[in-house]
């Protein structure tokens, strides 16, 4: 079923196919931060207010919960706003 838009229809992908993307943008935001941080553009323990001012964050759904201290690196690793939260035991 790989490269079908529709496998029922047995249709294939074209370039302009569109999909629901879901969590797959979390990969790609990972990809461009790893790659501002090596080129020495952005640091990943400052705070997200330092590029995101407070007109910028009103504009963003649940913006208020997300800590003003919470940095790129915490959230590369999808633990904005549960910093509480009791890690897994690792095996």
């Known amino acids: 079923m790989a490269g079908y838009a529709d496998p029922e ?3 294939y992908n074209t370039p302009d196919a569109a999909f629901g993307i879901g969590s797959i943008t ?3 935001i990972a990809v ?3 790659q501002l ?4 553009r952005l640091p990943l323990d ?5 590029w995101l001012d407070d007109k910028l964050m009103a504009g963003l759904a649940n913006a208020q ?7 790129y690196r915490t959230m590369r690793v999808c633990q904005a706003g549960r910093m509480n939260q009791p890690r897994l035991p690792t095996r």
């Not at 941080?37 to 020495?40: L, P, S, T």
């Not at 400052?46 to 330092?50: D, G, L, N, W, Y």
């Not at 919960?65 to 940095?71: L, W």
């Open 9 to 11: 229809k047995q249709r």
């Open 26 to 28: 979390k990969t790609f």
């Open 32 to 34: 461009l931060l790893l």
């Open 37 to 40: 941080h090596e080129e020495g």
């Open 46 to 50: 400052a705070p997200v207010s330092r």
């Open 65 to 71: 919960s997300v800590p003003p201290d919470n940095c």
